[in-house]
């Protein structure tokens, strides 16, 4: 059965202070693992799509990296505004569905 | 470029009662998904559109029921409101069945009283 792990449930960092966010998954044949943003009580916001192990992907502060069993989401010298949950996604073999983490809670302290 | 819209974005509704939420998928894309998400978890599939069929659909009872237009837009309908029913409903679209990146609307938060 596809499973998506989002650890730590929540983060809280001083602005400034680098750290990242895990997303170990096991699925039947990845076709992609989607990393997403999420504001209270909005829709998820699209940051990256990773395909094959070794690939990376940047945004501003955000760095996505893929493994064959985890991906990071490095976040380097945060600003409050980074604060959001972060959510992780994989897409498998045939499926059409995102298969979802819990998501990780992101809290920045000026 | 208006990106995918839903509505309401918020409702209350009664047990035992129907709903319907509507989307608008973002211009090009002809795929819709359905997600339903609870506090403090990640959104859970529900079903797909594309050519106005039903492709897929996830572990939800048959009074989860949608439809998909000409034109791409979809309801999602909910028959016999549980309370458990309140989350927020998520539309994503994407430009095929097995497309890139979905991208989702502000969702409808639906509490059932």
């Known amino acids: 059965e596809d499973q998506v792990t989002q650890s730590p449930e929540a983060l809280r960092l001083q602005e400034g202070e680098s750290s990242s966010l895990n997303c170990s998954y096991t699925v039947s044949g990845l076709r992609g693992l989607f990393w997403y943003r999420q504001d209270p009580g909005k829709g998820p916001e699209f940051l990256f799509t990773l395909y094959s192990a070794g690939e990376e992907k940047e945004k501003e502060r955000l760095k996505a990296t893929l493994t064959k069993k985890e991906s990071f989401l490095h976040i380097t010298a945060p600003k409050p505004e980074d604060s959001a949950t972060y959510l992780c996604?994989?897409?498998?073999?045939?499926?059409?569905?995102?298969?979802w983490g819990a998501g990780t809670k992101l809290i920045i302290k000026p | 470029d208006a990106g995918v819209t839903q509505s309401p974005t918020h409702l209350i509704k009664t047990r035992g009662q129907q709903v319907t939420l509507r989307c608008s998928p973002k211009s090009g894309h002809d795929t819709v998904s359905w997600y339903q998400q609870a506090l403090g978890q990640g959104p859970q599939f529900i079903f797909q559109?594309?050519?106005?069929?039903?492709?897929q659909r996830g572990n939800f009872p048959d009074r989860f029921s949608g439809h998909q237009f000409p034109n791409y837009s979809s309801e999602l309908n909910v028959n016999a409101l549980l309370l458990g029913d309140s989350a927020l409903y998520l539309c994503?679209?994407?430009?095929?069945?097995?497309?890139?990146?979905?991208?989702f609307g502000q969702g409808t938060r639906l509490t059932v009283v």
């Open positions: 994503a679209s994407s430009p095929t069945r097995f497309g890139t990146e979905a991208f």
């Open positions: 996604a994989v897409r498998s073999g045939s499926n059409y569905q995102l298969i």
């Open positions: 559109y594309y050519e106005e069929e039903e492709r």
